[in-house]
Every structure is written in structure tokens, then in C-alpha cells.
């Protein structure tokens, strides 16, 4: 009887042990799932999220510390300004197997505040074209900062033009890339 008992109570504590040893890896499941989600949501704020959209900066350069550009291509002697786009431009473009996500965050030089406002005005306008061009692109021309560079050309040349046909002036000196990512 004495037998029975202790086979019984060593029976019982097999069976306590493994379901406590059952409850301990389920728990560490349930702490590596937590831990893979939260670093993923980190990850995607920190690709995506970023900075607040109405991002802007003013800085005054002086005229002997700029590069050396055309007359033509400086709308207006000045100080440098620069205005933000509200939010990034996030667009789809073939590449060699497969498409690529791309995000560009870009901002605008211009000279003067009378500039800063034409172009703060003319937003939408500038959106539409920068997306336009920005779209048009390729991957392969995304990896190389020789592509980077013309496509920023492009940019430039195509925001100009659009400002020139609606306010008469040029307005933009430069298109920067503050941020280009592709996935």
C-alpha cells in the first residue's frame, strides 16, 4: 500500500513538473513572438515614420560660400531658404527582377521670402510634377549616385518649368534629397 502511495505521489510530481516545464516554454514562446513584433513595428516606424511632414528650415548662407551657379539658374540674389514637402513621395519602379518601393523626402532651395512663398503656394503643383518625374524612374538608376544626381536635374528642370509656366519666374534653385530609401 505504501508502494502504491509513493508510485502515485511520484506520479502526481512527474506530472507537476511537466506541465510546469510546458508553462515555461510556452511562456518563452510568448516572449520571442512579443519580441520579433515589437522589433518589427520599430523597424517600420523608423523606415517610414520619421520626422514630423511640415518640416522646414530657414538658414542664411552667404554669397561667397555658394557654388558657382549660372545667372540664369538663381532666380533671385538672397538669402538661402528652404522649404519642406509636407510629406514623402513614395512610389513604385521596375527594376531588374522585380519592382522596387521607393520613398524620397525632398526639400527645396530657394532664394529670397518672396521665392519661399511662391513656392509654399505653389505645393500641390510641385508634388505632382517632383511625383511625376520621381516615378518615371528606374531602380537600376536609383543605385547609382550618378543617377541620383539626374534625376535630381530632372527634378529641378521640370518643378522650374512648371513654376515658370504659373507664377513667371523660376522660384527653385535646387531640389535636395533629404532621405532615399528603396526596398
Known amino acids: 500500500m505504501a508502494e502504491e502511495q509513493n508510485t502515485e505521489n511520484n506520479a502526481e510530481q512527474d506530472g507537476e513538473q511537466e506541465a510546469k ?12 513572438i512579443g519580441l ?16 514630423s511632414s511640415n518640416e522646414q528650415a530657414s538658414e542664411s548662407v552667404p554669397e ?10 538663381a532666380p533671385e540674389i538672397g ?5 519642406g514637402m509636407p510629406r514623402p513621395f513614395v512610389f513604385i519602379v ?24 511662391l513656392a509654399k503656394k505653389h505645393i500641390p503643383l510641385i508634388e505632382g510634377t517632383l511625383h511625376e518625374v520621381f516615378s518615371s524612374s528606374t531602380a537600376d538608376r536609383l543605385k547609382t549616385a550618378e543617377g541620383k544626381g ?8 521640370e518643378v522650374r518649368d512648371a513654376l515658370q509656366e504659373v507664377t513667371g519666374k523660376p522660384v527653385v534653385e535646387q531640389v535636395l534629397f533629404t ?3 528603396m526596398q
Do not use: C, H
Not at 561667397?64 to 539658374?73: G, K, L, M, V, Y
Open 94 to 117: 521596375p527594376g531588374d527582377s522585380r519592382e522596387r518601393t521607393v520613398q524620397i523626402k525632398a526639400q527645396l532651395m530657394v532664394r529670397g521670402e518672396k521665392n519661399e512663398e
Open 64 to 73: 561667397q560660400t555658394n557654388r558657382n551657379f549660372e545667372s540664369a539658374s
Open 21 to 32: 516545464g510546458g508553462k515555461k516554454k510556452k511562456l518563452i514562446l510568448f516572449g520571442v
Open 79 to 83: 538669402n538661402a531658404l528652404y522649404v
Open 150 to 157: 539626374q534625376l535630381r536635374e530632372l527634378a529641378l528642370t
Open 36 to 51: 520579433v513584433l515589437i522589433s518589427t513595428v520599430v523597424l517600420v516606424l523608423w523606415l517610414f515614420g520619421g520626422n
Open 179 to 181: 532621405s532615399l530609401v
